[in-house]
T-cell receptor, first 113, second 113 residues
Framework: DTGVSQDPRHKITKRGQNVTFRCDPISEHNRLYWYRQTLGQGPEFLTYFQNEAQLEKSRLLSDRFSAERPKGSFSTLEIQRTEQGDSAMYLC???????????FGSGTRLTVV | DQQVKQNSPSLSVQEGRISILNCDYTNSMFDYFLWYKKYPAEGPTFLISISSIKDKNEDGRFTVFLNKSAKHLSLHIVPSQPGDSAVYFCAASAFGTASKLTFGTGTRLQVTL
């Protein structure tokens, strides 16, 4: 069990550029979640996958955001035409049942300048 | 609409004493509650959970109490240790929401020598 891995750990990008983050969950976990955390706030739900199916998306996930989980393994989160308001920590988590006992990755910190 | 609230942004406790972290929620559909601990530059790690059918759950130095009528839960850490210094997040989920968590804003605990 190597835990949940996220890459990169940090990303600085210019406004308007596209960025993509990767998450490798624990291999036997069929559920994968993306959360976003801004300064002084708790993590906020963005989207989740059960195997390769994306089953729910938050209204926080504008049409500039897209997430995939091909073959139910790793997942990518892409942000197109980044804005300064996208600056945040993007957290990935995976879990089997029981409820909510996620294993989080260390996150990708995005800074849009 | 902050459905999970942690009204104390910070708490300082002496080593060996009890730390009490509080959390209030407004959504009556929440039936499972968790506490996560977060160190800087790391993802949150699961600490302890409680189902709404219980009012107390213990795990070593950590105890979570749930008062459903008041929509309030608390985390007790006894005795507090310097390694407990971290940000603590309360989180909640509702049955049938695929373990999607709603987090509070966190309480920073500092355990002093």
């Amino acid at each position: 069990d190597t835990g949940v891995s996220q890459d990169p750990r940090h990303k600085i990008t210019k406004r308007g550029q596209n960025v993509t983050f990767r998450c490798d969950p624990i291999s036997e976990h069929n559920r994968l979640y993306w959360y976003r955390q801004t300064l002084g706030q708790g993590p906020e739900f963005l989207t989740y996958f059960q195997n390769e199916a994306q089953l729910e998306k938050s209204r926080l996930l504008s049409d500039r955001f897209s997430a995939e989980r091909p073959k139910g393994s790793f997942s990518t989160l892409e942000i197109q035409r980044t804005e300064q308001g996208d600056s945040a920590m993007y957290l990935c988590a995976s879990t089997p049942p029981p409820r909510g006992k996620y294993t989080f990755g260390s996150g990708t910190r995005l800074t849009v300048v | 609409d902050q459905q999970v609230k942690q009204n104390s942004p910070s708490l300082s406790v002496q080593e060996g004493r009890i730390s009490i972290l509080n959390c209030d929620y407004t959504n009556s559909m929440f039936d499972y509650f968790l506490w996560y601990k977060k160190y800087p530059a790391e993802g949150p790690t699961f600490l302890i959970s409680i189902s709404s059918i219980k009012d107390k759950n213990e795990d070593g130095r950590f105890t979570v109490f749930l008062n459903k009528s008041a929509k309030h839960l608390s985390l007790h850490i006894v005795p507090s240790q310097p390694g407990d210094s971290a940000v603590y997040f309360c989180a909640a989920s509702a049955f049938g929401t695929a373990s999607k968590l709603t987090f509070g804003t966190g309480t920073r605990l500092q355990v002093t020598l």
